[in-house]
């Protein structure tokens, strides 16, 4: 694993355990059967929404479980949880949907099963990401401690998610396709607030749902950025994530002058995979309002609990870069969202 100390702390990652642990621990994939990893086991801890600096493992036992979270997760077999996804069929049949509005987003329905699904939230729950529901997100650095959801890549190929004109070949063919994923759990109400992903990583990024449905926005960037701009960014952290969130998208400029942005909305259905290439990726902004429902095809449909997987791939020089304003990045966002 690579991850200096000053990006770990910018990206409010918290290393515990040695490297060489880390590794071994991480080889294997998670055996559903099997109880829970012990906090010893687990490698990272990661930025809590409350803010709190020290999330070392000592304090899990004493942790007051969220009573949300673990109404649900309890009601939830750690290899099951088809019943949250009554919906899909058992054999998905992708589908792939571009928007010729924002070229390179592309939404792919039924690309996770429920068995896929399962799965996939199995081991979240399982490594305990989430710290019992008290925190809304978590990530993992280096290709070491993403070999849990390295089976996901051999999916995205086969439903041909990962093909043209869906997704560039200019970035398929890397070797690692991913190194850096965030985990974001969702209670109705919550959001994460427009953002272009930060500049350190490469284009080509996925966005998998997962236990519900949710309605993902996209703006044109306020600050638009290009494959080739400083790992660092070029924007600060007033010019990129201020007002547009909670307001239907408006900013305080445009609802000043009375003008409309330019929105549009996305529904993510779980099992499905959110593909951002090229000005989807640099040029516009992709957000999710807080709300506790949102409108489809003229419905109010309540949202109910919502987990996301993004995948990425670091830049090489972004494994370098030093502590610098770490509210600039969609992480960020979500502390302000939930506070
Ligand atoms: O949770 C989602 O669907 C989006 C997450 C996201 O945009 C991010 O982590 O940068
Ligand atoms: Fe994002």
Known sequence: MVCLPGLMDQLH????????????????????????????????????????????????????????????????????????????????????????????????????????????????????????GQQNQAMCFGENDLAWIKWIELLLSTSGTLSEPYCSSTWTTRQPLFDQSIMNLYYPGNGIKPHVDLARFEDGIIIISLLSSITMDFYPARAPMKPEDPVEGTYTADRAYTTRSGNDGMDGEQIEKGEEPTKYSVRLEPGSVVTLNGPARYEWEHGIQERIDDVVNGDIVKRKIRVSVTLRKMRPAAWDVGPSDGSINGEADRKLATN
């Open 13 to 132: 990652c918290e290393l515990f355990g040695s490297d060489s642990d880390l590794a071994s621990d991480l080889d294997s994939d998670v055996d559903l059967d099997q109880e829970p990893l012990s906090p010893s086991h687990q490698g990272f801890s990661f930025s809590a929404h409350d803010g709190s600096e020290d999330n070392g493992w000592a304090q899990i036992d004493d942790m007051d479980m969220d009573p949300i979270f673990r109404d649900i997760m309890e009601s939830v077999p750690a290899d099951d949880v088809s019943s949250f996804i009554s919906s899909e069929p058992l054999e998905p049949q992708p589908m792939h949907h571009p928007y010729p509005h924002i070229p390179g987003l592309c939404v792919h329905t039924n690309v996770l099963s429920h068995g896929d699904q399962s799965k996939l939230i199995g081991q979240i729950t399982n490594r305990n990401f989430f710290r019992a």
